[in-house]
């Protein structure tokens, strides 16, 4: 079982429609997590973290996190072209190791 | 903030060559990392330090690789002998402290013909 997983998609959705990603993670004792955005040939910036359990908003973005389940999720609102990326689920535990996922790749059609 | 400061970004290099990856955290913070990524294994954590000591090499693939921070300010990542098999691109990153977000250098896209 891989630590940090999500689905490659690509996941394909309509402009100003909700995109959905989702992540699962191994480890009970995670502490943080992360939605780190990659454009292209870009290296990863973050977009999102949360470290308590529900959710957590910051403009178009909602982190959620549900510890018991060991799941956490982004959802990105009225999606705009610009949101076209690949978005990776990172995930911290106690010793301080990052580890990431595979990443999904968002598709935004106008 | 200059942020992660990488060099070089991109270095195309023929098999058998070491090469040198050089980073520059971000000033302050107390954590380093590098990261491989290529498109059939994703983003894996090579090694990172605290406070410029090793933590963590697990990631490292082999012997063939070594990571060294002797300062805050500096660490370098090296490969000898190379391989075709290391061609991707490197990733540097920093955070302040052990749960905090990371910022991510520019990278190093590596080449080995």
């Known amino acids: 079982q891989k630590e940090v997983e999500q689905n490659s998609g690509p996941l394909s959705v309509p402009e100003g429609a909700i995109a959905s990603l989702n992540c699962t993670y191994s480890?009970?004792?995670?502490?943080?997590f992360f939605w780190y955005r990659q454009y292209s040939g870009k290296s990863p910036e973050l977009i999102m973290f949360i470290y308590s359990n529900g959710d957590k908003e910051d403009g178009r973005f909602t982190a959620q996190l549900n510890k018991a389940s060991q799941y956490v999720s982004l959802l990105i609102r009225d999606s705009q072209p610009s949101d076209s990326a690949t978005y990776l689920c990172a995930v911290k535990g106690n010793t301080g190791k990052l580890i990431f996922g595979q990443g999904t790749t968002l598709q935004v059609k106008p | 903030d200059a942020g992660v400061i990488q060099s070089p970004r991109h270095e195309v290099t023929e098999m058998g060559q070491e090469v040198t990856l050089r980073c520059k955290p971000i000033s302050g913070h107390d954590y380093l990392f590098w990261y491989r990524q290529t498109m059939m294994r994703g983003l894996e954590l090579l090694i990172y330090f605290n406070n410029n000591v090793p933590i963590d090499d697990s990631g490292m693939p082999e012997d063939r690789f070594s990571a060294k921070m002797p300062n805050a300010s500096f660490s370098t990542l090296k490969i000898q002998p190379s391989e075709p098999r290391d061609s991707a691109v490197y990733f540097c990153a920093s955070s302040l402290g052990r749960t905090e977000k990371l910022f991510f250098g520019s990278g190093t896209q590596l080449s080995v013909l």
């Open positions: 480890d009970r004792g995670s502490q943080s």
